[in-house]
């Protein structure tokens, strides 16, 4: 079993989605990476003894035969797939009467994180379909003195990527200690803190090309004292796009932080879109051969494999929008849906809501 593409998502989600159960007897299952695939076998034999109880002799046949059917296409699998399973199964048929069981298993683009089984009229689509989105990935570094978690938000999902303390006690231990040499050591270990800090987040993000900036978190003279003292040097000190003030440093710090910054965040996606057109404009105005702004056009120059950089509205007509995305797919060239809610936007929109950025002329 090989992952979709994203794009292969989209398709069979679509499908999938159009179909509901006339009692909660469409079965939904989510097997995450690393995952025993036995393990979800048994709870699922489990559940078919529980599927007997079911009043309704059509829903119970229903439900029984949709288990029973994920149970025997689970023992295809010595090990779960690397990006985990999704499973859907159930008796789509419109008439009652009639019997249609089908199951679709997937192993998705990106990772599973969760375990989940659901019975219900509807399949459970919300964690595939959160896979579709653009994920933008930002650097998250949330510390104080005594303790620092590093992360990246990608898309939604938070990851922790490492966490640490400083080891400064946190007051003058007996024998004899001076104030001001306990001042000078506590402030040579939180300046080596700062460096760890610093090294920590260089491994972290200093190679990840997909880094659209940083958010450094903490309290009010920590945060500022670490960034205003350039710990994190230019290479990474210019990706900082926002400070917030927090008090909590361990892993709930990150989420307060990402919570905290959403217009930050928002920001960024503008000022990403506003660049976008401001590129494509500028091409259309000053080299129009490298540039196509009507839809056969686009698609002439995907055709060549000459497309670059595809823009689409984000209402563009979803027919053609799949079209193009998978041509593009195809072609190496780059999607990009923006928005109407700038000048750039609602001009782009005006113009057609379609436009392409090429690598060569097109005759």
């Not at 995952?35 to 309704?56: F, G, H, M, V």
């Amino acid at each position: 079993m090989a992952p979709l593409t994203k794009l292969e998502l989209e398709d069979l989600l679509e499908k999938i989605s159009q179909y509901k159960g006339r009692a909660t007897e469409l079965i939904t299952v989510y097997v995450p990476q690393g995952y025993d695939p036995n393990a979800t076998q048994k709870q699922l034999e489990a559940e078919k003894s529980t599927a007997k109880n079911i009043k309704s002799t059509s829903t119970r046949k229903n439900v029984g035969d949709a288990l029973e059917k994920i149970v025997r296409y689970l023992k295809e699998f010595k090990k779960t797939p690397e990006n985990g399973l999704a499973i859907f199964c159930g008796n789509v048929a419109e008439d009652e009467a009639q019997n249609d069981l089908q199951l679709w298993g997937i192993e998705p683009p990106v990772p599973v994180k969760i375990r989940l089984y659901r019975c219900d009229k509807e399949f459970v689509l919300d964690p595939l379909l959160s896979m579709l989105e653009v994920e933008e990935t930002y650097g998250l570094v949330v510390m104080d003195r005594k303790e620092a978690t590093i992360g990246k938000l990608v898309g939604k999902r938070i990851e922790t990527i490492s966490k640490m303390t400083s080891g400064i006690p946190g007051k003058v231990k007996a024998g004899g200690q001076s104030a001001q040499r306990f001042h000078r050591i506590t402030e040579g270990l939180t300046k080596d803190f700062y460096k760890r800090i610093a090294e920590e987040s260089k491994k972290a993000f200093f190679d990840d090309n997909k880094i659209k900036g940083i958010l450094v978190g903490g309290p009010v003279p920590t945060k500022d004292e670490f960034l205003d003292n350039d710990y994190l040097q230019t290479q990474l000190g210019d990706k900082v796009i926002g400070r917030v003030d927090i008090g909590n440093t361990d892993e709930s710090g990150l989420k307060e932080m990402v919570l905290k910054a959403q217009d930050v965040l928002a920001s960024q996606e503008i000022i990403k879109e506003t660049k976008l057109l401001e590129k494509f404009f500028e091409t259309l105005g000053e080299k129009p051969d490298l540039s196509a702004y009507k839809e056969l056009d686009v698609k002439k120059a995907l055709q060549y494999g000459a497309a670059e950089i595809i823009l689409l509205t984000k209402d563009y007509d979803k027919t053609t929008a799949k079209e193009i995305k998978l041509a593009a797919e195809n072609t190496g060239a780059t999607v990009e849906i923006v928005s109407t809610e700038t000048a750039e936007g609602e001009q782009f929109k005006n113009l057609g809501g379609i436009g392409a950025i090429l690598r060569y002329k097109v005759n």
